[in-house]
């Protein structure tokens, strides 16, 4: 899995998926306008193209800041992480996009340790079935444009997950990790700023009695236990859950 510092590496040919997980060469449908970077502009037509996610384009200032994060967020979005750190700073932060897509959703970690693997990232609110519009039976598929600034370290990349709860039982549908150019799995430091779509496998949404509550997440993974603990800053652009 290959990323260049100024745009994609080795990968050719419409619909290109790596590892089975990663659609990045043409995410028409998910994304329009053909092409695998997220700099610039891409055509997309509407905010309603982006399917059925509360605030897809991470507008607005109302979102919740969780586990000690400081700063801002964008509404109907949560900042988490899922250990207690040592030292080190959390913070988040919107950044005004310049192509007319919405903001981005910027979280920085910077010499947090803890004991074993560490979370941070964005979940999407709660929501019902109803709320969303989702359809049982209905094959859906969620995307979202990432971006990881040059000299993360100990992080071993980003992904994205769909979280289906019914109250008894959860079902998660992940995309895979999204590894840099130039750094080790699980540690080392990220060469140069890595622009990425990530994206899960197609689902269904099931049938299930009473108001399962649906949301989705976009985070980051590290080695708390990694020398001088997690340092990384992350944003969130455009997120989708669609009908496929």
């Not at 897809?56 to 949560?78: E, Q, V």
């Not at 992940?174 to 990220?190: D, K, L, V």
């Amino acid at each position: 899995l290959t990323f260049a510092t100024s745009g994609w590496s080795g990968i050719s040919g419409a619909g290109f998926t790596i590892s089975g997980l990663i659609s990045v060469a043409s995410p028409t449908g998910i994304f329009s306008g053909g092409g695998s970077r997220i700099s610039g502009a891409y055509p997309l037509a509407a905010t309603g193209a982006l399917g059925n996610l509360q605030n897809p384009l991470m507008t607005g200032t109302g979102g919740t800041l969780a586990n000690g994060f400081t700063g801002t967020g964008p509404s109907n979005w949560t900042f988490y992480r899922n250990a207690t750190p040592t030292g080190g700073t959390q913070t988040c932060a919107k950044v005004t996009r310049t192509d007319g897509f919405g903001d981005w959703a910027e979280i920085a970690l910077t010499g947090l340790v803890s004991a074993g693997k560490f979370l941070a990232g964005l979940l999407s609110a709660n929501a019902s079935y109803a709320t969303l519009g989702l359809v049982e039976g209905t094959t859906m598929e969620a995307a979202a444009e990432v971006e990881i600034d040059a000299g993360a370290v100990n992080l071993d990349g980003p992904f994205l997950q769909v979280v289906d709860s019914d109250g008894t039982t959860q079902l998660i549908y992940q995309s895979g990790y999204s590894g840099p150019t130039g750094a080790a799995w699980g540690g080392g430091t990220w060469a140069g700023t890595q622009r990425m779509v990530i994206k899960t496998h197609p689902f269904v949404i099931r049938p299930v009695a009473g108001s399962p509550s649906f949301r989705v997440r976009v985070l980051m993974n590290g080695d708390g236990n990694g020398a001088g603990g997690i340092t990384a800053t992350m944003r969130v652009g455009r997120v989708t859950l669609k009908s496929v």
